[in-house]
T-cell receptor
């Protein structure tokens, strides 16, 4: 069935270092790839997304890359700060039977140490 | 602007008791509506989605059910809770008209079955 693999499950970095989270997906019809950030006890919130007609997108310190051939996409956070500490989820989405279907990865717990 | 409300925020229920979680969306019409469950340290598992009033689809077999009595109201229910139903439940919505749009999450309900 459809699934999204996300690695690593936990990531610990020093403040100022870069963090990279990688995801692979199985459904070749997926054409929308959002990334969500979930702080402790709070709702997931979209931080960046990319569509299948784009290979890379950047927003300040965060960037996402997409390789449709390999069914692989990644989140890059540069100059990490303690407030970046959270759980990050990738997802792969497409239209399915009239609704927007999003399959999420299992999440990556990022800890940024001062 | 659109808002999503989900309640209650926390709930402790005994095994075998019924469950009713409610979610309402404001500021949009005919949204796609979703219920996700997040087990401790796990990813977001899609439980139900709805493309319209009375239209409910289930992604996984389970002890729960969902209903959509009004366009912007989505309810998650159970007749008899199991210990395994514990988790963080998130309601979400997305636009129908636009392709591949983000999912907006409610603040979540932390359910503990004891």
């Amino acid at each position: 069935g459809e699934n999204v693999e996300q690695h690593p499950s936990t990531l610990s970095v020093q403040e100022g270092d870069s963090a990279v989270i990688k995801c692979t997906y199985s459904d070749s019809a997926s054409n929308y790839f959002p990334w969500y950030k979930q702080e402790l006890g709070k709702r997931p919130q979209l931080i960046i997304d990319i569509r299948s007609n784009v290979g890379e997108k950047k927003d300040q310190r965060i960037a996402v890359t997409l390789n449709k051939t390999a069914k692989h996409f990644s989140l890059h956070i540069t100059e990490t700060q303690p407030e970046d500490s959270a759980v990050y989820f990738c997802a792969a989405g497409r239209k399915s039977g009239g609704y927007n279907k999003l399959i999420f990865g299992a999440g990556t717990r990022l800890a940024v140490h001062p | 602007s659109q808002t999503i409300h989900q309640w209650p925020a926390t709930l402790v229920q005994p095994v075998g008791s019924p469950l009713s979680l409610e979610c309402t969306v404001e500021g949009t019409s005919n949204p796609n509506l979703y219920w996700y469950r997040q087990a401790a340290g796990r990813g977001l598992q899609l439980l139900f989605y709805s493309v319209g009033i009375g239209q409910i689809s289930s992604e996984v077999p389970q002890n729960l059910s969902a209903s959509r009595p009004q366009d912007r109201q989505f309810i998650l229910s159970s007749k008899k809770l199991l210990l395994s139903d514990s988790g963080f439940y998130l309601c979400a919505w997305s636009e129908v008209i636009l392709l591949n749009t983000e999912a907006f999450f409610g603040q979540g309900t932390r359910l503990t079955v004891v």
